[in-house]
């Protein structure tokens, strides 16, 4: 262990290296996990774990946000009417964003796994070669195909239809 | 008291999105007529909001009386109010259409209406994380409408939008935090004026806030290399959501990114980050060349009017990159008319499929033979959005273009004149294209049995079309025929719904009419034009 840190040590530029990882690693661990869900969005075929990959893609920002407003000491902004501001306060902003970014994230998670259960109910896979594959032989078909289904379909997709963001899901044939 | 217009223009679609679900309890197709009487009191907001604009110049309001810096300010300006007379008419004019083509349900006029207040949250928020809340509710609702069809294939290409559309917000987010850790703050007049204060323009932190809010806005926009999403959403989305779509959603996300650029960064930083205007550049015009091209070998003619959207859009970013007075002008004009064309062009590519079954280039062969009505309106805005003038379409190419050539004249370097000639080159391929369909429309019958070469050969091409095939009287001889149950009208000889039918030619003569107001339009944009370029 102190053979690794002498030998780090002993570069400036990996002394700055260790110093970034010891003091700011929050922000290491936001880049990594950013990296992380971005790779896996591009890299995995399996489309819910694209969609885990946006997940864990916004949730480095969450990071980014909530590292920001850490103060060192800091206390809980609350100020008693009449008390003296004396204290270091947290920022409450940074944290009421990612309180709304979380939201955000829940209900587009929501709208993604309902895209993906209409896929696989149409389909039968989540892969996207596999899916890839099957719109092809689909060809151009679906245009026409898919207009007529519309119109037929009108009068039940009225009376089913859970909702904007569950559309799909559960209701689908 | 007049502020108050801007946060009641905001809740109006959004309350009364809540309605078409809780009243779809009791009573069904309920959804319509609320979504009418809610857009028509949008259109009547814009309105007040617009003349004020006109008689007051920029008004704004604090929410919930928390004064700005502090509470979330809504703003409206030149700009603001222009792009939200085009987000309210637009809405409104789409929902004559989706009565009679789809999709129905209440469930869809909800998501349709929360789009809507999206839209007009974006145009009017003076916020950059409101931007960001705005932009999302915008992405979700458009997720959930494109795959209002419930088909498969549509189900794919919405998820693949909202992959890549969540990225391109949380990109826009992560430049939002880092331009707060520079400044501190979120609303976006203070933050153009702590930048200055507190970190400088040549701040790597501020540099890369703007690189992530435009890398971001970009996936949203659909710029050339993260466009991918779009063609497929356009194509596999229900004719009335393509429509509304192509007019207000991605133009909305180009009115975002004219607002940070300008109101939040200012033109100062653009013309200190020479690197940064060069690769928006660089990007702009890839967009340009690579979407007229893919346009042109299209064969479906939503995918066709897709492609062509992201070459428009990478117009508009040009003229944001270029960052000269007449460029932004022409950038603001296209965002305009761009919206205005494609609404026209994408509702007459889903009039001609609900009432022939058309969907392709091949499938039109004399269409304006059986409908020259719908034929003409879309050959018109179809020349406009080549850019033939008097139209608006010509107007916003031609201010960008020689906002370009200015831009190289007074030592912009090699890249405006770059953008010209790119411009210049996307307008040929866009002729192209459109004269490939105006020939499949007037010309292609000819020799098929049952036509008449004489009438379909008609010189009469680009008057609206309307002598060219009007007296051919045998209404199903010719090679694309209606289909069953295509509407019928008593006055035209068109087999489309005929109130879409009114506001297509209305558009078309909008489009042409707008060509004519070049002066009123630098009028009106002046007031911003020169607040930024002060």
Not at chain 2, 218 to 234: G, N
Not at chain 2, 347 to 357: A, F, K, R
Request: net charge negative; proline share 4%; charged share 10%.
């Amino acid at each position: 262990m102190t053979g690794v840190g002498a030998v780090l040590a002993s570069g400036t530029a990996a002394t700055s290296a260790l110093k970034v990882v010891t003091t700011r690693h929050a922000y290491v661990a936001f880049a990594l996990l950013l990296c992380v869900g971005l790779y896996m969005m591009i890299a995995n075929p399996h489309l819910v774990k694209k969609i885990i990959g946006l997940n864990l893609f916004q949730t480095a920002i969450f990071l980014l946000f909530i590292t920001s407003a850490y103060v060192d000491g800091g206390a809980i902004p609350i100020v008693p009417s009449g008390a003296a501001e004396t204290e270091t306060f947290v920022s409450p902003l940074p944290q009421v964003i990612v309180l709304t970014a979380i939201v955000v994230g829940v209900s587009l998670t929501a709208v993604g796994l309902a895209l993906c259960i209409r896929i696989y109910d149409e389909y039968g896979t989540l892969r996207t070669d596999t899916l890839r594959e099957l719109l092809r032989d689909e060809g151009s078909i679906p245009e026409r195909a898919q207009f007529g289904d519309e119109t037929t379909a009108t009068d039940d997709g009225a009376a089913t239809d859970g909702g904007v963001a569950a559309t799909g899901g559960e209701t689908d044939d | 008291m007049t502020d108050v217009l801007l946060p009641v223009a905001i809740a109006v679609p959004i309350v009364a999105a809540t309605l078409p679900i809780a009243l779809g309890l009791w009573y069904e197709d309920v959804g319509w007529p609320i979504a009418a009487v809610a857009t028509t009191v949008l259109v009547g907001f814009a309105g007040a909001i617009g003349a004020e604009v006109a008689l007051g110049g920029r008004f704004s309001h604090a929410l919930g009386t928390y004064q700005p810096p502090v509470g979330i300010e809504l703003v409206a300006d030149e700009l603001s109010a222009a792009v939200l007379v085009l987000v309210a008419t637009v809405s409104l004019a789409v929902l004559a259409f989706s009565r009679v083509a789809g999709p129905r349900g209440n469930p869809f006029y909800s998501g349709y209406l929360l789009l809507v207040g999206g839209l007009t949250g974006l145009v009017l928020t003076g916020d950059l994380f409101n931007l960001f809340v705005f932009l999302e509710i915008v992405g979700i609702t458009t997720y959930a409408l494109i795959a209002a069809d419930r088909s498969g294939a549509s189900a794919y290409a919405s998820l693949k939008y909202l992959v890549l559309g969540t990225v391109g917000a949380s990109l826009y987010l992560i430049g939002v935090g880092y331009v707060f850790l520079a400044t501190g703050t979120l609303n976006m007049l203070d933050v153009q004026a702590q930048i200055v204060e507190q970190a400088g323009y040549a701040d790597p932190l501020v540099q890369a806030s703007y690189a992530f809010i435009v890398a971001g806005l970009a996936l949203k926009i659909a710029l050339f290399p993260v466009h991918v999403w779009q063609p497929d959403a356009y194509q596999r989305a229900p004719d009335a959501v393509t429509a509304l779509m192509a007019a207000l959603v991605s133009t909305t996300s180009a009115y975002a990114l004219i607002r940070v650029s300008y109101t939040v960064f200012t033109v100062d930083f653009l013309a200190a980050n020479d690197a940064i205007t060069t690769a928006l550049l660089v990007v702009a015009g890839a967009s340009i060349l690579s979407g007229s091209a893919l346009a042109a070998m299209q064969s479906d003619l939503k995918r066709m009017f897709a492609y062509s959207s992201v070459a428009q859009f990478g117009m508009i970013a040009g003229a944001v990159g270029l960052a000269n007075e007449t460029a932004l002008l022409g950038g603001m004009v296209h965002l305009i008319g761009h919206g205005l064309l494609k609404f026209g062009l994408f509702l007459g590519v889903g009039m001609l499929s609900l009432g022939y079954g058309a969907r392709r280039i091949e499938d039109l062969a004399s269409v304006a033979r059986e409908a020259p009505y719908t034929a003409g309106a879309i050959a018109v805005l179809g020349l406009a959005l080549v850019g033939i003038p008097p139209s608006i379409g010509f107007l916003g190419k031609w201010y960008i273009g020689v906002g370009a050539v200015e831009s190289s004249l007074t030592g912009g370097g090699a890249a405006g004149v770059g953008i010209a000639v790119v411009i210049f080159v996307s307008t040929l391929f866009t002729l192209a294209y459109v004269a490939r369909l105006i020939e499949r429309f007037y010309f292609a019958g000819v020799g098929l049995p049952g036509g008449h070469g004489d009438d379909a050969s008609d010189p009469a091409v680009t008057d609206g079309g309307h002598g060219g095939a009007s007296e051919a009287s045998e209404a199903d001889a010719g090679p694309v025929s209606p289909v069953e149950d295509a509407p019928r009208s008593s006055w035209v000889p068109d087999r489309v719904p005929p109130a879409s039918l009114a506001l297509l030619v209305l558009t078309a003569l909008t489009a042409v009419a707008l060509g004519f107001g070049g002066f009123a339009l630098a009028e009106w944009f002046d007031p911003y034009l020169t607040e930024v370029f002060a």
